[in-house]
């Protein structure tokens, strides 16, 4: 079964900083994969997917994930980060369920 | 409804004593699952139903947990003889088909096993 890895567990940022939070995949075939983000006492929300083609992915609130086949990564990228972006953030590989990394927790100093 | 409810949001229990955990998908949603979140465990798989084939139960973590969806549409995690290490999250989602990975997430229920 696929799976996905995280390995920053909590990354703090200051306002205007840009991010990187890395994602690694197991499987080397067909692979379709996921961002969520989890704000502080809300709902998971889906933030961007990637299934087939342009592997530079743009999802909401100015994030985007690039899809690196040879590196078996799918890391998310923000430019410039908000405190507003402080959250956990999960990536997903679906097999008959959506399978979570660890989750990165994202602190944005104001 | 518009989305995924839970209930209770929040659950204090003894130790030892048996808990129970709904869940109520989005109508129509054929697509149901529970995961467990743990503080620095991230979010970990339990249980997926999908309409009238037989439940994935391979992350349920012990036979104390099991899960049930009656008519095709509520669901009910059952953790019995709760220990301390059960406390954590409890989260379910939906989704509409097999083939749409559109999944909604309820809020969860907080369970505190003291």
């Known amino acids: 079964a696929q799976s996905v890895s995280q390995h920053n567990h909590h990354v703090i940022l200051s306002e205007a900083a840009s991010l990187e939070l890395g994602c690694n995949y197991s499987y080397g075939g067909t692979v379709n994969l996921f961002w969520y983000v989890q704000y502080p006492g809300q709902h998971l929300q889906l933030l961007l997917k990637y299934f087939s083609g342009d592997p530079l992915v743009k999802g909401i609130k100015g994030f985007e994930a690039e899809f690196i086949k040879s590196k078996f990564s799918f890391n998310l990228r923000k430019p410039s980060v908000q405190w507003s972006d402080t959250a956990e953030y999960f990536c997903?590989?679906?097999?008959?369920?959506?399978?979570f990394g660890a989750g990165t927790r994202l602190t944005v100093k104001p | 409804g518009a989305g995924v409810s839970q209930s209770p949001s929040n659950k204090v229990t003894e130790k030892g004593k048996d808990v129970e955990l709904r869940c109520d998908p989005i109508?129509?949603?054929?697509?149901l699952y529970w995961y467990r979140q743990s503080l620095g465990q991230g979010l970990e798989f339990l249980i997926y139903f999908q309409g009238n084939s037989a439940p994935d139960k391979s992350g349920l973590p012990s036979d104390r947990f099991s899960a049930e969806r009656t008519g095709g549409s509520v669901s009910t995690l059952t953790i019995q003889r709760t220990q301390q290490e059960d406390s954590a999250v409890y989260l379910c989602?939906?989704?509409?088909?097999?083939?749409?990975?559109?999944?909604?997430f309820g809020s969860g229920t907080r369970l505190t096993v003291v």
């Open positions: 109508s129509g949603h054929t697509a």
């Open positions: 997903a590989v679906p097999n008959n369920d959506m399978r």
């Open positions: 989602a939906s989704r509409q088909d097999r083939g749409n990975y559109g999944y909604t």
